[in-house]
């Protein structure tokens, strides 16, 4: 009991319960599949210490993006997805789907959707500020889709190339943060209609804090850490920032400390309906992972984004 601590959320879900995904996706993801189909950019990232279940959160089980046998198993993104689809489709509409797939590892940008013939993967790529169209990543190879399945399968497949590696905390522990961005255009029916629209989704899976002296890692995976670590504490830092009003509307200076919060900067004070999921072990050797997942959620629940809908805008998948 002198242990306890309070902090206020909007939501707490049991993943032990069966049904648990789908109650989620109905609590959270629902909401933001309309907010998204209507037109307005989307961020969901989850946070979390190592092993708490981030990764399950966003993706789901190991099966969940094989064709024919999404069900329970499937998390967040595989919903969002479909359930988009099908409202667009629904409304009898023809949109045009584009996505990206990378992640930040030990501050380099690694495409996760190079073709595998190139050398491409390990290149370091640049982050640059466009005046316009915010946050850039040169030499990305953004991927067509015409079905979500399509998507998937490209999510699959970048999740197995993605970073991971075995550690005393987790077998299959994330060693990058991967981001996934799903970007959709309706076209408008004549020139000056004003009916087109677009969005932009950002899934955002980021890496596990981790404790040394509890993981006992290798060297190169405590180089990993450290990297994971550092960019976790430039994260919370600015948000923390941000929800005392600490940083300037509009300006970058509090997000160039890393990769990582350089690409969460429209996510976090421009045009976004931004979501942050966080993950939790309850158990009591987790107490104080636990603590500061909470109170890094209870601060970010303090910033206000700014979002627009995206209506008449330049198109966002030619670009």
């Known amino acids: 009991e002198s242990r306890s601590r309070r902090f206020a959320v909007d939501d707490v879900i049991d993943s032990r319960v069966n ?8 609590r959270v993801g629902e909401d933001l599949v309309q907010r998204s189909a209507k037109g307005y950019n989307v961020c969901i990232f989850a946070y979390g210490h190592t092993g708490s279940g981030k990764t399950h959160t966003m993706l ?3 099966q969940a993006l094989i064709p024919g046998i999404q069900g329970e198993g499937s998390g967040l993104l595989p919903r969002f997805l479909l359930a988009l689809d099908a409202q667009l489709n629904e409304a009898g509409q023809t949109p045009n789907y584009n996505c990206e797939f990378f992640e930040v590892y030990n501050e380099r940008i690694r495409d ?7 050398k491409d ?8 500020v466009h005046p316009k ?6 030499d990305m190879h953004p991927s067509a889709v015409t079905k979500i399945q399509e998507a998937l399968d490209l999510v699959r497949l970048g999740n197995q190339i993605r970073t991971v590696s075995s550690t005393t905390m987790n077998q299959r522990s994330s060693r990058s943060h991967a981001i996934f961005r799903f970007k959709f255009e309706i076209r408008e029916t004549s020139p000056g209609s004003g009916d087109g629209r677009q969005s932009t989704i950002t899934f955002v899976d980021l890496a596990g804090r981790e404790d040394q002296g509890a993981s006992q890692n290798s060297a190169t995976q405590f180089k990993e850490m450290v990297s994971i670590n550092m960019s976790l504490f430039h994260l919370a830092s600015t948000i923390s920032k941000l929800s005392e009003g600490a940083s300037s509307a509009g300006s970058l200076a509090d997000f160039r400390n890393s990769k990582l919060t350089l690409l969460l900067s429209q996510a976090l ?9 966080c993950t939790l072990t309850p158990l009591a050797d987790f107490f104080d992972d636990t603590v500061s997942t909470l109170s890094f959620a209870q601060t970010a629940k303090r910033i206000r984004t700014s979002p627009v809908l995206n209506k008449g805008r330049r ?3 030619a670009e």
């Open 19 to 26: 049904g648990s995904q789908e109650l989620f996706f109905a």
């Open 269 to 277: 004070m421009g045009n976004s309906s931004t979501t942050v999921v």
């Open 315 to 317: 198109d966002i998948i």
């Open 121 to 128: 993967h390990e290149r370091t790529r640049n982050v640059h």
């Open 133 to 138: 169209h915010g946050v850039i990543i040169d």
């Open 112 to 118: 996760l959707l190079a073709p595998p013939n190139q």
């Open 60 to 62: 789901g089980s190991g």
